[in-house]
């Protein structure tokens, strides 16, 4: 396993000279190789990261000179193709990058792989990635979580300084929590979704898979901030996100434990690594007081609801003509959409797709959609009321340690009710992270910290202090 | 409860265009039946008075001056993932027969 120092420590080494980026390259596609096993790259980058560490080696700059990284395969990178993890875009090689990485390069930031997710980012485990399955590096027979599996993995395996990765309800955290790293989700339209594959766009966000909320921070903060290309960005936030000062940051802080994320259906030996936890936490200053939410249960069918919706429009541009897979032998336009589908999704994908078209159907959309949307309001002004008494809320980040590959594939429900404590935040579009929190039978336990919007300082600061006192 | 047949569907699967075999039409009619009966636990919610959430940033009119940018790339560079081209333009099947 590849170890790299502080983000911030390898970028200033590099600046001065004491470290090359060629050689920062060639240490992570080299702990690529020796990962191999784990499945937690679909390809690299290594051309073109080869070249750019030769150009940055030549006038090293930028707060992340040199720095390697991994981009979730959602995200348009040149140097390879961006599949999605779907065959329906294997081939596609992208004609522009996203914001967020034109952002990291920079920045002098090298992207040298990227990572297996679940196919258009739709999962909690890998295991609907059209490609493979990653194992999971804490216990390989397990699975990563997901949707950004292959980027925790990454992260966890050392396979680069951090992972980029994307969350809509919960993709990030879950697969954090389930590695045993850091995973950042930010307030909803913080950092530009320009260039990454969308899923539903009332919910997308993009942040950072890392091994500590120090360096977490610091992508935050190169990445965060106003874009043209995507109209949903909001203004960064007038005092940076790195560095983070972190003197007294939990001292008289008030915390709400959520009561209906520590009830039934909570695994014994999570719940015992949150409950110590938050002893630690308190010994550190903070005032810990319980808080309900009461909408919080319903989050999930609001989510499953909302999320296939967004889905089955956002795929629609998936349509055999303009980019992807295309079913050649199609006699009309119509069979060729109707089989270039069929061919280049996966199942999951037509299942959500299916659920999306039933629920905005003339008939159904005020029963199911309108319905739902209705109810994230609801869930809004609870979160809104919890955050009127105490300053951040806290929990598990999943009910759950890393089940077995091939566990909860035949029954999709079951699936996607790994995602019960993660959704209500992207419902809610408030920034969240998840932390490792100790162990249950050897498998890392995340813990689950939620500010309000744009509370993203405040929330790291809190969470590196926290990072200190679990440590 | 919300309890699919197969014509429902087969309707989705030509509204979405979408084939689906009749191995994975048994399946979702299925499956969808369990998921869609899971979420209409929201029919008993109680919403009076709320007003459907659709976006939460607060954001209002993002306007942006209409003029052209070039952003630099070629238009052959932008065609490159196309399946058919032909005269710079997307070719696609015949719509009507």
């Known amino acids: ?77 040149f140097g390879a193709e961006t599949t999605a993890a779907s065959n329906i875009l294997k081939g596609f090689n992208a004609p522009y990058q996203s914001t967020a990485i034109e952002k990291l390069e920079a ?39 997901g949707s950004s599996g292959g980027s925790a993995a990454a992260a966890a395996l050392g396979l680069a300084p951090f992972a980029l990765g994307t969350d809509t309800g919960g993709s990030i955290r879950l697969p954090a929590s389930f590695t045993g790293t850091v995973g950042y989700k930010p307030t909803y339209g913080l950092v530009s979704r320009s260039g990454v594959v969308a899923m539903a766009s009332s919910l997308d966000v993009i942040g950072p898979l890392a091994r500590t909320v120090e360096d977490a921070a610091l992508v935050l903060d190169v990445m965060a901030g106003k874009d043209e290309l995507d109209s949903t960005t909001i203004d960064r936030d007038p005092i940076n996100y790195f560095p983070l000062t972190i003197n007294d940051s939990l001292a008289g802080k ?44 319903l989050a999930l069918a609001v989510y499953y609801i909302l999320c296939p919706a967004e889905v089955s429009s956002n795929l629609s541009r998936y349509d055999g003509q303009r980019y992807g897979y295309t079913y050649a032998e199609a006699k009309d336009l119509d069979e060729s959409y109707m089989l270039s589908r069929e061919k280049g999704f996966g199942k999951e994908a037509k299942r959500r797709i299916m659920i999306g078209t039933y629920v905005l159907s003339s008939g159904y959309y005020d029963a199911y959609y309108k319905k739902a949307q209705t109810v994230r309001t609801k869930l809004i002004n609870e979160f809104n009321e919890a955050f009127a008494t105490v300053d951040l809320l806290l929990g598990p980040t999943a009910p759950e340690v890393a089940f077995k590959i091939g566990e909860n594939t035949e029954d999709p429900l079951k699936m996607y009710l790994t995602d019960i404590m993660t959704v209500a935040v992207n419902l809610a579009g408030v920034p969240a992270i998840s932390i490792p929190c100790g162990t249950s039978d050897n498998l890392p336990v995340g813990l689950q910290l939620i500010a309000p919007q744009r509370a993203d300082r405040a929330l790291l600061e809190a969470a590196k202090a926290a990072e200190g006192v679990l440590a | 409860m919300a309890k699919l047949t197969r014509d429902d569907v087969l309707k989705l699967s030509k509204l979405a265009r979408i084939s689906l075999s009749d191995e994975e039409v048994d399946e979702f009619t299925d499956e969808l039946s369990t998921i869609l009966g899971y979420v209409e636990q929201l029919d008993s919610v109680d919403v009076i008075g709320l007003s459907p959430t659709n976006q939460v940033t607060g954001l209002t009119n993002v306007m942006r001056e209409d003029e052209v940018k070039d952003y630099g790339y070629a238009p052959l560079d932008l065609l490159k993932d196309v399946p058919q081209v032909q005269d710079n333009q997307i070719k696609v099947k015949r719509m009507i027969g």
């Open chain 1, 254 to 297: 008030r915390i709400g434990i959520i009561k209906e994320y520590m009830g039934e259906g909570l695994q014994p030996g999570v719940k015992q690594q949150i409950e110590q936890a938050v002893q630690k936490i308190k010994q550190a200053g903070a005032e810990v007081v319980e808080i309900s939410l009461p909408s919080l249960p």
């Open chain 1, 107 to 145: 920045e002098g930031a090298i992207c040298v792989a990227k990572a297996n997710l679940d196919a258009f980012a739709h999962g909690s485990s890998t295991e609907n990635s059209d490609f493979f399955t990653t194992k999971n590096p804490a216990d390989p027979t397990r699975v990563p979580g």
């Open chain 1, 1 to 77: 396993m590849a170890t790299w120092e502080p983000i911030s420590v390898i970028a200033e080494k590099v600046r001065g000279g004491e470290l090359k980026a060629v050689d920062l390259v060639e240490q992570s596609l080299k702990a690529i190789e020796e990962a191999e096993d784990y499945r937690a790259v679909i390809a690299v980058t290594a051309d073109r990261a080869r070249e750019r560490a030769k150009a940055i080696d030549v006038k090293p700059k930028g707060r992340l000179a040199g720095v390697p990284f991994i981009a979730k395969d959602n995200f348009l990178v």
